[in-house]
């Protein structure tokens, strides 16, 4: 049996925790340690494992949320001694950022639902191997980044940079720990600013929910891989 070591994540909003990622990571023996906008660089630049989470600012927003600059120096801190780091959506963003990316509202405004994300070939990254060419995953956001920095891993359609690996670190701009359930909580929780940028919250979830359920299997393999890689890289 492995030690636990603390894993620490940085939740922007009180809805998007690690939701079913924390279980691949306790497998491992990582233990999960949650931080709603609390950043600390004292610890964190030198925590086993960072985990940054998604939210609706965006890099550039800085000014208006200080937290987000000290993230910003933590994740760059942890790439200059090359902890590693994985960034889902937002964290993504500021990942890339941290990596020296420019980080920017996309041009064809927000993508959300659920859709195909395609897979870098060839599979030489250890967290492609077990994964289909293709595979459907929850997209909730409106900025991207170039040029990716590291090994392109992802890809998709609106907005090509969807996954990246720089270093120890990984970044993923889609949200591959969330669930039927979570998606479900997510579009009831926004209704009213669905409808508002046009976008049908019923039609949203009578498409995505079984895509998503028919998923699970292939988002299970990528959690998985992402908790063995970050503590393979934590062990070296």
């Not at 997209?139 to 090994?151: A, L």
């Not at 969330?178 to 926004?190: A, H, I, R």
């Not at 039609?203 to 393999?221: N, T, Y």
Request: proline content about 9%; aromatic content about 8%; some cysteine.
């Amino acid at each position: 049996m492995t030690p636990s070591r603390d894993v620490i994540a940085y939740v922007h909003e009180p809805h998007e925790g690690l939701a079913r990622f924390r279980e691949p990571l306790e497998r491992v023996g990582f233990r999960p340690v949650e931080r709603f906008r609390a950043p600390d660089p004292s610890v964190d630049a030198r925590a086993p494992l960072l985990v940054v989470l998604g939210g609706p600012m965006g890099v550039y927003d800085a000014d208006r949320f200080p937290f987000l600059k000290t993230e910003l120096e933590v994740l760059r801190a942890r790439l200059a001694a090359d902890r590693p780091s994985i960034g889902l959506c937002l964290g993504s963003q500021l990942l890339a950022a941290a990596a020296g990316a420019r980080v920017y509202r996309g041009a064809q405004g927000k993508v959300i639902g659920v859709g195909p994300i395609a897979r870098e070939l060839p599979a030489e990254d250890p967290l492609l191997r077990e994964l289909p060419d293709s595979f459907d995953a929850v997209h909730w956001h409106g900025d991207t980044f170039e040029p990716v920095p590291g090994r392109p891993l992802f890809r998709g359609a609106t907005y090509p940079a969807q996954g990246f690996r720089v270093g120890r670190s990984v970044g993923i701009q889609f949200h591959v720990e969330l669930g039927p359930e979570g998606f479900q909580d997510w579009v009831e929780g926004s209704r009213e600013d669905l409808r508002r940028i046009g976008r049908n919250p019923d039609a949203l979830l009578a498409e995505g929910l079984p895509r998503l359920a028919a998923a699970l299997p292939v988002l299970d393999r990528l959690l998985n891989a992402l908790a063995r890689d970050a503590r393979a890289a934590e062990e070296v």
